[in-house]
Each structure stands twice: as structure tokens, then as C-alpha cells.
């Protein structure tokens, strides 16, 4: 039929599923289970350090000059010479995978083919998830 997406992934064993064979939620999950969900986050466009980062800006008073919304200095002096990989700065923000570790599975609904999950999630609504068992399992 026609797919909104195609996607393969890995199996032990594949005797027990034919070709073009649909796979239903019931099949895999069961309430309780515990799962990692993975997604594309919403997308943010670019963003200053102040939204994407939380930093604090500057003060508004006592002289501080179009200046209100930087970072601040991004390094130290003549050593190390160099910005640190990592450094938190300005850019583009979301739009990246996400994981989001042992969530449980609170109930499936078969007629609709719909896991019902406890907790969040990433991504846009009716956004694509991969949703496999937990990896850490349970604590």
C-alpha cells in the first residue's frame, strides 16, 4: 500500500515475519513494558544564548551599551588561545534527534493501533517515533 514511510530495522530472527506482513502494536508492547522512544525534535530556527541556553544576559543599568542579550566572552586569554569545543553559543536550535529513555507503556488500544505512554515525547504532533524496548530496562 501506500506508506507515509519506509524504514528497516534489525531482528534476531526474521522467520517469523513474511513480506509485507503489518505489524501491529499489540504484537510488540504490552502495558507495563518499558520502551525508549526516539524522534526528530520541533524545530526552533536560530536562537540567541538567552532562549536557547538559558543564560541571564546583562545587566540593564550601570552603563552596559547594546550589549544586553550576548554571551559574554567565550574564552580565556593567550592559553589556551582557543574556544572550547562545546562552548554554548548562538545557532540553530532543535530539529535533532532525541531519545527519551524508559518510559512506560500504560495501555494499548488495538482497534485504533495506539500505544498510550506515560510521559514525553519528542517531536511535533503526528511526527514519527522509534519506538523499541528499554535499552536500561527496568530500575
Given at each position: 500500500?501506500?506508506f507515509?514511510v519506509?524504514?528497516?530495522?534489525?531482528l534476531q530472527?526474521?522467520?517469523q515475519?513474511?513480506?509485507?506482513?503489518?505489524?501491529?502494536?499489540?504484537?510488540?508492547?504490552k502495558a507495563?513494558d518499558?520502551?525508549?522512544?526516539?524522534?526528530t525534535?520541533?524545530?526552533?530556527?536560530?536562537a540567541?544564548?538567552?532562549?536557547?541556553?538559558?543564560?541571564?544576559?546583562?545587566p540593564?543599568?550601570?552603563?552596559t551599551?547594546?550589549?544586553f542579550?550576548h554571551?559574554?566572552?567565550?574564552g580565556?586569554?593567550?592559553?589556551?588561545?582557543r574556544?572550547?569545543?562545546?562552548?554554548?553559543?548562538?545557532?540553530?536550535w532543535?530539529?535533532?534527534k532525541v531519545?527519551?529513555?524508559?518510559?512506560?507503556?500504560?495501555?494499548?488500544?488495538p482497534?485504533?493501533?495506539?500505544?498510550?505512554?506515560k510521559?514525553a515525547?519528542?517531536?511535533?504532533?503526528r511526527?514519527i517515533?522509534?519506538?523499541?524496548?528499554?535499552?536500561?530496562?527496568?530500575k
Open positions: 500500500g501506500a507515509q519506509l524504514r528497516e530495522f534489525r530472527d526474521v522467520g515475519y513474511e513480506v509485507g506482513q503489518e505489524i501491529k502494536a499489540t504484537d510488540i508492547f507495563g518499558r520502551i525508549d522512544v526516539s524522534g525534535s520541533k524545530g526552533r530556527g536560530f540567541g544564548v538567552i532562549k536557547r541556553w538559558s543564560f541571564s544576559g546583562f540593564a543599568s550601570h552603563g551599551h547594546e550589549y542579550r554571551g559574554g566572552a567565550i580565556n586569554r593567550s592559553y589556551p588561545g574556544v572550547f569545543k562545546g562552548k554554548k553559543m548562538a545557532g540553530h532543535g530539529n535533532e531519545s527519551v529513555q524508559n518510559l512506560e507503556v500504560v495501555g494499548i488500544r482497534e485504533e493501533n495506539l500505544i498510550l505512554v510521559g515525547i519528542p517531536g511535533a504532533k511526527g517515533l522509534i519506538i523499541r524496548r528499554a535499552v536500561k530496562g527496568n
